[in-house]
């Protein structure tokens, strides 16, 4: 039985795994290290088929365990009873899956919508506090702030965390898809390290498979499912074979995933008979139009923005809408929407702005524009191609 050498391979990944889901690597290395002294005893007769697997769920009910002793430590103690696992006594509800009968558990009513989100997204989404800031483009310290306020009002005002009743869904149904858009967002573009976190994309499309399946007749929640999957059927594409990034345009459209995208579109075909768009809807339908023949049709994609717009009108919607218009009718019209967008610290406003001024030929606004996007970004791989197109344009300018 090598247990050395699962030690060394795992440890490391079942650390990171219990940080993200309680927030203390100190806890986290504690329970790993309990888990394979247990693993010691139990293992006599082999290793078992996931080690790894096991590692975790050990570990983690080991830290939930003492989590729950801590009882002068209230906050951490609802944290334990939201990661409680099926093999404990409990309601189970409508929501057979047990990670997103806990997403909507923790999406509770009596909380802000941003609270419910953030307080979700810390203690489920495997989340930090600076890839929350930067899912809605706030201050770390106001997500901090919120999460601490609404870890109190839950004490304070003795906020029960019960299992939604199958009526509760549909008024839970707008944080839940919020936590699982955002989960994927932060996998397919990372706030920091390597540009792709795969764990994150992938669960984020099983729990939303989850959930269609648990409402199949709500058109958000099939929108949200085919935007995740039309999105994820261009990841193997994205990153170069020197880990660069690869923009839509020049993506090697054969290492798509066509059996996502077959799906995918037969989802957005279903939302379209329905007739009752959102906004998860309308993305899917315009990542269906990119993944539909050999190249994208710029007009339908903005004509489908032009609706999303209406639906959200908000500066980021506004800023893709923007690329759209650049293709249909020139850098020049799309450069007078952006320059009246305000996203501060949003990196890839001043990078669309970088891009429009490089296509117009005002290159040394463009290199100066590029230099504030690499200045914002906090992805290595994203700062390298900013970096990378801020030097092609540099020396075209010599």
């Known amino acids: 039985m090598d247990l050395d050498g699962v030690y060394r391979a ?3 990944r079942c650390v990171a795994t219990l940080t993200r889901l309680f927030g203390d690597i100190g806890l986290a ?16 007769e082999g290793l078992p088929p996931n080690p790894g697997g096991w590692i975790v769920t050990t570990a983690r009910n080991r ?3 003492r989590l729950r002793r801590e009882s002068t430590r209230e906050a951490r103690h609802a944290q334990a009873l939201l990661l409680q696992r099926p093999d404990e006594p409990g309601e189970v509800g409508p929501v057979r899956d047990d990670q997103l009968r806990m997403i909507f558990t ?3 009513p009596a909380l802000s919508p941003l609270a419910q989100t953030a307080l979700t997204l810390r203690l489920l989404g495997g989340l930090q506090v600076a890839e929350i800031a930067r899912a809605y483009l706030v201050p770390e310290a106001a997500v901090s702030q919120r999460i601490v306020r609404a870890k109190k009002k839950i004490r304070d005002a003795g906020i029960p965390y019960r299992v939604p009743a199958a009526a509760d869904l549909a008024g839970r149904l707008p944080p839940v898809l919020t936590v699982l858009y955002l989960i994927f967002n932060e996998g397919y573009t990372s706030t920091s390290g390597e540009l792709l976190r795969t764990d994150l994309c992938q669960e984020a499309v099983r729990l939303a498979r989850e959930l269609a399946e648990l409402m199949p007749d709500e058109p958000e929640v099939i929108g949200l499912l085919a935007l995740l999957l039309l999105t994820e059927a261009r990841r193997p594409a994205r990153v170069g074979p020197a880990g660069e990034l690869v923009v839509l345009a020049e993506q090697d459209r054969s290492l798509w995933n066509r059996e996502l995208i077959a799906e995918g579109h ?10 009752r768009p959102g906004p998860y809807q ?3 339908a315009i990542n269906a139009v990119h993944t539909d023949g050999p190249a994208t049709d710029w007009a339908q994609v903005l004509a489908l923005y032009d609706q999303l717009l209406r639906h959200s009108p908000t ?8 690329v759209a218009v650049a293709e249909v009718h020139g850098p020049a019209r799309a450069l007078a929407i952006v320059d009246e967008l305000d996203l501060p610290g949003y990196h890839l406003l001043p990078a669309t ?7 117009l030929g005002r290159t040394a606004e463009a290199a100066t524009a590029y230099d504030e996007a690499i200045a914002l970004a906090t992805n290595d791989t994203e700062r390298a191609f900013l970096r990378t197109l801020r030097d092609v344009i540099g020396t075209r300018g010599r």
Do not use: M, S
């Open 282 to 284: 309308l993305q899917a």
């Open 353 to 359: 702005r970088a891009d429009l001024l490089t296509r």
């Open 63 to 65: 830290a939930i365990d």
């Open 315 to 322: 500066p980021i919607v506004a800023l893709n809408r923007a």
């Open 106 to 108: 923790c999406c509770h």
């Open 266 to 275: 037969e989802l957005v075909r279903w939302c379209l008979r329905r007739g």
């Open 10 to 12: 795992e440890y490391g």
């Open 29 to 44: 290395e504690e329970a790993v290290q309990d888990a394979f002294a247990v693993a010691v005893r139990k293992w006599d």
